[in-house]
T-cell receptor, first 115, second 117 residues
Framework: GENVEQHPSTLSVQEGDSAVIKCTYS??????FPWYKQELGKGPQLIID?????GEKKDQRIAVTLNKTAKHFSLHITETQPEDSAVYFC??????????????FGGGTRLMVKP | GAGVSQSPRYKVAKRGQDVALRCDPI?????LFWYQQALGQGPEFLTY????????KSGLPSDRFFAERPEGSVSTLKIQRTQQEDSAVYLC???????????????FGDGTRLSIL
């Protein structure tokens, strides 16, 4: 099955700096890559996603890039703010006929933004 | 509108007891997923429903785990004869009917934190 690796496991940045989180996946058939932000005691919140037919997507301070050849995708957060501090998860999925698009998650990155 | 709602938020049970966890998906979402999240790890897939049909239960760890969605809306995850390794956060997610490359985004509830003593 699919395997998703995520790095780094922890990331500390100064407020205003950029943060980059990287993920690799194993199954070349994966075609949907969401990113989730999880705060303590809360469920994962979708912040951005990308599909395999595009290479980059941006939403204000957040951007995601996808390299299908290398099977890796990255999350970029610019002008970080203390409220960006949370655990971030990447995920990958394959849409399978009659079986939905279950997500395989990476191990998570704890991002700490220091004021 | 209202998001995915899960209850109870916390559940403590003694080893060997049965528990039932409830999920109310977003109205109109035909797809419903259950995930298990161990402390410090990413969620792991348990099972998937499309309307009332359970189409994938490949992630259920044992036959002690059972899920249902009899009317295609509310879903219940039941764990029989609980064991300490069942302690985790159980997350429910829902999405619109599949369409498009890769399917529809999944929206998560805040989960049920299950502790087995």
């Amino acid at each position: 099955g699919e395997n998703v690796e995520q790095h780094p496991s922890t990331l500390s940045v100064q407020e205003g700096d950029s943060a980059v989180i990287k993920c690799t996946y194993s199954d070349s058939a994966s075609n949907y890559f969401p990113w989730y932000k999880q705060e303590l005691g809360k469920g994962p919140q979708l912040i951005i996603d990308i599909r395999s037919n595009v290479g980059e997507k941006k939403d204000q301070r957040i951007a995601v890039t996808l390299n299908k050849t290398a099977k890796h995708f990255s999350l970029h957060i610019t002008e970080t703010q203390p409220e960006d501090s949370a655990v971030y998860f990447c995920a990958a999925s394959i849409r399978r006929d009659g079986a939905g698009n279950m997500l395989t998650f990476g191990g998570g990155t704890r991002l700490m933004v220091k004021p | 509108g209202a998001g995915v709602s899960q209850s109870p938020r916390y559940k403590v049970a003694k080893r060997g007891q049965d528990v039932a966890l409830r999920c109310d998906p977003i109205s109109g979402h035909v797809s419903l997923f259950w995930y298990q999240q161990a402390l410090g790890q990413g969620p792991e897939f348990l099972t998937y429903f499309q309307n009332e049909a359970q189409l994938d239960k490949s992630g259920l760890p044992s036959d002690r785990f059972f899920a249902e969605r009899p009317e295609g809306s509310v879903s219940t995850l039941k764990i029989q004869r609980t064991q300490q390794e069942d302690s985790a956060v159980y997350l429910c997610a829902s999405s619109l009917r599949w369409e498009g490359l890769g399917g529809q985004p999944q929206h998560f509830g805040d989960g049920t934190r299950l502790s087995i003593l």
